[in-house]
């Protein structure tokens, strides 16, 4: 499994997944055109991407559906309250491939659990992709938990994130920065701080604290605020847990930015 990440942050967020049998988005929200170059320079194309998985509905992560037109052969994979609300704003009907939130699935070589999260969205959910089998040798079972958009992490996401070997988990803001912006309004900071809003650093922390699984080799901070967050921030809330995780790679993503590709073997 090959994983990088193309885009995070509220300008646009998604991630392609590569297994021997898939190649896969986790979110598109950019254009579509942003989205192709994003890809190009990733070595790839949307002519090659079998299908996209939506976490939920917000611009950031669905934008790209609507131009997905000219790409009739990629599957949309999203729960049904998701599905709808994406659909209410295209004007073409892509090859939607309805889950029920909560349940397992296969796609080719990828196993995907899916699970709820707490955000204002119809009805936001986390991914765990799977791939491979225990005891392998040469395609060993590795999982990858991908969570953002979360105002806050109940402990239900202890059980999706514990056996993965690579977490993406939302840093949204710091507290103390997202306080003293002068361009948000009273009610936007309220939104994001609130329980369906946007997960600190603060709330990662203690989401990452509260596992601190053996198993975790790379951990990625992602959808930092431009205005409310910084690296630096982010790694100043983890520092403690860094250290007590020493064979865990972090990746602070900064907004607006992309990874290179990560192999899980
Ligand atoms: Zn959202
Ligand atoms: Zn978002």
Redesign the pocket.
């Known amino acids: 499994m090959r994983f990088c990440i193309l885009g995070s942050g509220s300008s646009g967020n998604s991630a392609l997944l590569q297994t021997e049998g898939a190649r896969v988005l986790v979110d598109a929200g950019f254009s579509a055109r942003k989205l192709a170059g994003l890809l190009e320079a990733a070595g790839t194309s949307l002519g090659q991407i079998d299908a996209v998985f939506l976490t ?1 509905e ?1 611009g ?2 669905a934008a790209a559906v609507e131009g997905l037109r000219k790409f009739p052969h990629i599957r949309v994979f999203a729960n049904a309250a998701t599905a709808r609300a994406v659909q209410a704003g295209l004007s073409h009907r892509p090859d939607w491939q309805i889950f029920e939130t909560g349940t397992r699935f296969l796609f080719r070589d990828l196993e995907i659990q899916s699970f709820t999260v707490p ?3 119809q009805e ?1 959910v986390g991914f765990r992709f799977s791939s491979g089998r225990e005891g392998d040798l040469f395609a060993p079972r590795r999982s990858l938990a991908y969570l953002t ?1 979360l105002g806050h992490a109940p402990a239900h996401l202890h059980e999706h994130i514990r056996d993965c070997e690579v977490i993406v988990v939302e840093a949204n803001h710091c507290p103390e920065l997202l306080k003293a912006d002068p361009k948000r309004p009273w009610s936007t900071k309220q939104r994001i701080s609130g329980r369906h809003g ?1 997960l600190s650093n603060e709330g990662v922390r203690a989401l990452l604290g509260a596992v601190s699984s053996p198993r975790w080799r790379r951990i990625y901070l992602t959808h930092l605020s431009r205005d409310c967050n910084t690296p630096a921030a982010v790694e100043q809330a983890l520092a403690e847990i860094r250290a007590s995780l020493a064979a865990c790679e972090f990746a602070i993503v900064g907004a607006g930015e992309g990874t290179p590709f990560y192999d899980l073997a």
């Open positions: 939920h917000h950031d992560h955000h204002d969205a936001p958009d946007h």
